[in-house]
């Protein structure tokens, strides 16, 4: 995966996410939703020729990307936990 922002304002900011699909920038999206985003989109221009592009829209929109992609590790670690639990009995 390679990030590159497109676009930093202050209350804005469009990275493009290189090699990532709608699975991966849907979570992204709603978690982002979750923590806070006022605005929070994705595009993919065209499925074999462009790279998707996240948009969030926020007071502090790197703050919001930072407590999403937080969340999302959190989720994953504790999917991980649950399933060691249950796959042992």
Not at 34 to 48: F, R, T
Not at 60 to 88: C, G, H, T, W, Y
């Amino acid at each position: 995966m390679k990030l590159t922002a497109l676009e930093k304002k202050e209350n804005k900011i469009v990275i493009e996410v290189e090699g990532e699909t709608h699975t991966f920038l849907n979570l992204l999206k709603e978690t982002a939703w979750d923590v806070g985003s006022e605005q929070a989109s994705y595009i993919i221009e065209h499925p074999n020729l462009s790279e998707p592009k996240l948009i969030l829209r926020a007071k502090n929109p790197r703050k919001i990307l930072e407590r999403a992609a937080q969340m999302i590790i959190d989720q994953a670690k504790e999917f991980e936990n649950e399933f060691r639990r249950v796959s042992k009995k």
